[in-house]
């Protein structure tokens, strides 16, 4: 017997690294394997600062509430009202992010189109070129124009409502588009003018244009086609949020869509996702902070998104100086995607619902994702199209309810004096005073 | 022949009155007078009607054109051209960077030299340059066809798809994965009808093809195991 066991000495427990975590080995292992760095769908999974790290205060003695079921309090919001003719007129602050068919399957499309139709707001082409899934079922479409100019044509151009020149977005700034050969099909090849089954890669800057003072000339070219009828966005990642804002008007911009590191991609690589970019909750005060030094805040209407969920986090970010949000993640969930029903077929692709980011790879159990048209089929865009309104109206009555508790009678009137925030993180980041105090750091006249 | 007067009347009205010509209108001739090196002149025309415009132009000079021909009677800015989706453009003199950016359709003619990224992402127009072409030419170009009948800058055809490049002269380097191509009897159609439509003396013989090598179309992974 050994001398160790005979006087039973105490050994160390196993112990795992917090550097070298089971996932960052199973990374290693991978990478090892394959040779290629790790690909995946969805925007940062990491934990960053966010809106749970704020609170509203409510009215008390010196607010007075409005009442929470009868009086007003109005969730309008016009678009573009610096210089196109036909600003968008919406009945909610929430507006679908830009997600391309190609990345989406076309049912999905026609689902986003529905259901944001039927809660009075807009939805968003993407990387790919307009389907008319999604023109037909949508009553306000804004089409991108972005980098690769996939599909791009004057005659889409006159029939959306509005124009987003996309230069960056919050998962992957200063990244391009991704879409792998599995999901180019026979129709998105087409629509691309790409080979069928390539790993596309598209250009992470725009072919004809450099910087700022370009920008400006292209978008007079683009007023010019449309009759300056079309309110031009430019969306920025977040990145440099006051800068990008400041040169995105200067540029003639009548909206600036910003979009933190939360906000998904269709595709790109996991490390862009985790370490590129800001939080969103980083970028706001910054972006109307730009706007404010320029006196075109409210002029020119800003637009946040990167991991909003509900009707708290779109209170949240209009209290701070937003003008409306965009959901692309929150909205895929409304109409099914990680749904726990595919849980078998999750798991059989070696995740887990509420996990599976491999949207690339175009086998989305629940036809969103793909261009499968199985697995297409399995999306009724009629029901999907009716969680998404159902969605939206939730997160519109919240977004009400805590504007009335603050004694708002428009959501609009939110600001950030009815904001605490929980960390200090968080109070740096939205320059509102931490919880129990008057202070927040960097707070003008603190010294610190 | 109908005349119209930029410094006087404005970028709004002329492409305007452009924009609104049917496809059956009779006022199918156009002459820009004082373009004094404009931005955005002519752009988005869908009717096949004949503008040329007197003068240098700046950025964007016929952008997203359809059915119409457009002259520049001049030397055009960056971007002529971009997203054509037919018709022709014809530059008399030079073309600035991104000539025929994107373009979809139709036919550009250069009769001096293009800059850097003459057809960048072209996707099926066809552009016929007489002179030189400058760096980076053809980048990620996907389908058309780029003639050069003079020499081709660095980097021409970087990250090609399916478009045809020819050149006349030399080639400083080729991007990646563009590689010189067997230059077949139906390649030599192509460019017969090219410099027969836009007027070129030359003989598709002298030209050289490139074209993409395609290793570039799918991601390398390592799938021994």
């Avoid at chain 1, 795992?16 to 940062?44: C, K, L």
């Avoid at chain 1, 793909?370 to 997160?395: C, F, I, S, W």
């Amino acid at each position: 017997m050994a001398e160790d066991e005979k006087h039973s000495i105490p050994r160390t427990v196993p112990i795992q690294s917090a550097t070298f975590t089971p996932a960052v080995n199973a990374e290693i292992r991978r990478a090892a394997a394959t040779g290629i760095y790790d690909i995946r769908g969805g925007g940062a999974k990491r934990k960053v600062p966010h809106f749970d790290d704020l609170l509203f205060l409510g009215a008390s003695v010196s607010r007075y509430p409005l009442e929470g079921y009868r009086e007003r309090c109005d969730t309008n919001v016009v678009l573009g009202t610096r210089y196109a003719k036909k600003p968008i007129e919406l009945d909610i602050p929430i507006t679908i992010a830009g997600m391309s068919f190609g990345s989406l399957s076309g049912p999905a499309k026609e689902a986003l189109g529905r259901g944001a139709s039927a809660a009075g707001t807009s939805t968003t082409t993407g990387d790919g070129g307009m389907t008319e899934e999604e023109r037909g079922h949508s009553t306000k479409l804004v089409y991108q124009y972005l980098p690769s100019r996939y599909g791009m044509n004057p005659v889409d151009l006159r029939r959306a409502d509005a124009i987003e020149v996309v230069v960056g977005q919050g998962a992957k700034p200063g990244g391009g588009g991704m879409l792998l050969g599995q999901k180019i099909s026979d129709r998105v090849a087409e629509m691309r003018n790409l080979p069928k089954g390539i790993d596309q890669r598209s250009a992470c800057r725009h072919p004809d244009w450099t910087g700022p003072d370009d920008l400006e000339i292209k978008i007079l070219e683009l007023r010019e086609i449309t009759a300056w009828e079309k309110p031009i966005y430019v969306k920025i990642g977040g990145s440099r949020p006051y800068f990008d804002t400041t040169l995105a008007v200067k540029a003639g911009a009548d909206v600036v869509v910003l979009d933190g590191m939360q906000g998904g991609t269709a595709a790109t690589q996991d490390v862009f996702i985790e370490h590129v970019g800001q939080p969103i909750l980083a970028c706001i005060r910054e972006a109307v902070r730009a706007l404010e030094d320029l006196n075109m805040h409210r002029e020119v209407q800003l637009i946040v998104s990167g991991g909003i969920r509900s009707g708290a986090d779109t209170a949240k970010a209009l209290a701070l100086g937003a003008d409306a949000v965009s959901i692309g993640t929150a909205a895929l969930i409304a109409i099914g995607d990680n749904d726990p029903k595919w849980e078998a077929e999750y798991q059989k692709l070696g995740t887990t619902a509420g996990a599976y980011d491999d949207w690339h790879e175009g086998a989305d159990p629940a036809g969103i994702s793909t261009q499968y048209p199985e697995l297409a089929a399995r999306l009724d865009p009629v029901e999907a199209g009716r969680h998404l309104r159902n969605y939206l109206k939730v997160m519109t009555l919240e977004a009400q309810t805590l504007a009335r508790a603050c004694g708002k009678n428009h959501v609009h009137n939110l600001e950030p004096e009815d904001l605490v925030a929980l960390t200090l993180e968080a109070a740096a980041m939205a320059k509102v005073p931490l919880s129990g105090t008057d202070w927040y750091p960097g707070k003008p006249g603190t010294g610190f | 022949m109908q005349i119209f007067d930029l410094e006087a009347k404005g970028l709004r009205a002329l492409n305007s009155t452009l924009q609104g010509q049917g496809p059956d209108t009779n006022e199918t001739a156009w002459e820009i007078v004082n373009a004094k090196g404009s931005h955005a002149i002519a752009v988005g025309l869908t009717a096949p009607i004949d503008v040329t415009v007197r003068g240098s132009t700046g950025y964007y000079c016929a952008g997203m054109n359809a059915e119409a021909t457009v002259r520049v009677d001049g030397s055009a800015g960056p971007g002529v051209a971009e997203n054509m989706m037919s018709g022709a453009v014809i530059v008399e003199g030079d073309a600035s960077q991104y000539a025929g950016a994107t373009g979809h359709g139709g036919l550009l003619v250069i009769k001096g030299n293009a800059a850097s990224r003459c057809g960048i992402s072209m996707k099926g127009i066809d552009i016929v340059v007489q002179g030189n072409v400058g760096h980076m030419s053809a980048f990620m170009a996907q389908s058309g066809n780029l003639v050069v009948c003079g020499d081709a800058g660095e980097a021409l055809g970087d990250s090609i798809y399916e478009a045809h490049l020819f050149v006349r002269g030399t080639v400083k380097s080729l991007g990646a994965d563009c590689v010189e191509k067997e230059m077949r009897p139906e390649h030599l159609e192509i460019l017969k009808d090219l410099i027969t439509r836009s007027g070129v003396e030359a003989r598709p013989e002298e030209f050289t093809r490139y074209g993409s090598a395609r290793k570039l179309y799918n991601f390398d992974i390592d799938n021994a195991y």
